[in-house]
């Protein structure tokens, strides 16, 4: 049993809290046996797995089914200094980063491109609406949040190895090059007198959703082929914007099935 905090392997887990360290070793941490659980369920392989003696004799069967490449038994004290949250459940384990392929737009797939997304709950609770809405995927620009944070894995309540999420060294040209393709640009704003029920979605699009603060920037709105809005309250000033996602990916699912239900 590991009970040090100095040895070698804990020293090198304990890096993975942070986003410079993660994307340095390309591995990031999954906290909890749901995360774990989910991992081996959509077949995302593992490199390291800890658990502590309590947790190892409530999951008998599930210990035996993981696959990870390394399993150790570690103490109370050594598995709450891996975990970032306050009340770990007795199990931590590390995954590779892997790169998804983009999934194909066209002919008539929808996916979200978020700029300076900076909440990681809000990215996590918009990954788990992203999937029960069947959208075909997200985008990040390179400057919002990292899709590997402990806290957009426990937001997204493990959907998080559903939705295929890429970032982007440079959003602005990647969603020029879908609009090339033919995919709609739909970005969000507040004075548009366009409502996102105005929008056909049934085509291909791609929807924009900025800076919970700032918005979008002026260079993405630009682009847009239509800009919409989300009529609220005046005495309202915005919305949340993993809120204002679920309003545009349930939309686009409500659609999609009038479209497919409405007889010939």
Request: aromatic residues 4%; contains cysteine.
């Amino acid at each position: 049993m590991l009970t040090s905090l100095q040895n070698p392997l804990i020293k090198q887990l304990r890096k993975l809290q942070q986003t410079k360290q993660r994307r340095l070793q390309q591995q990031f941490l999954l906290e909890g046996t749901h995360l774990i659980e989910e991992a081996s369920r959509h077949h995302h392989s593992l490199d390291v797995l800890c658990h502590t003696p309590a947790w190892g004799d409530r999951h008998p069967q599930l210990l035996r089914q993981l696959q990870a490449q390394r399993i150790e038994l570690v103490s109370e004290d050594v598995l709450n200094a891996l975990a970032t949250t306050v009340n770990p459940d007795g199990v931590i384990a590390t995954a590779p980063q892997t790169a998804p392929s983009p999934p194909n737009l066209l002919p008539s797939g929808v996916g979200f491109a978020l700029e300076r997304l900076q909440d990681p709950g809000n990215l996590g609770t918009l990954i788990r609406t992203a999937v029960a809405a069947e959208i075909d995927g997200l985008w990040l620009s390179q400057d919002s949040v990292d899709r590997t944070s402990p806290k957009v894995l426990r937001a997204s309540a493990g959907t998080w190895f559903q939705m295929p999420m890429l970032p982007c060294e440079n959003l602005l040209a990647t969603v020029q090059d879908y609009q090339q393709q033919g995919v709609q640009i739909v970005a969000t704003c507040l004075d548009s007198p366009l409502t996102y029920w105005d929008v056909n979605w049934k085509q291909p699009s791609l929807i924009l959703l900025g800076n919970e603060g700032a918005g979008l920037s002026p260079q993405l709105l630009d682009i847009a082929d239509v800009q919409v809005t989300i009529p609220i309250s005046p005495n309202a000033e915005s919305l949340n914007v993993a809120i204002a996602a679920a309003l545009l990916a349930f939309e686009v699912r409500r659609q999609r099935q009038a479209a497919t239900s409405r007889p010939d």
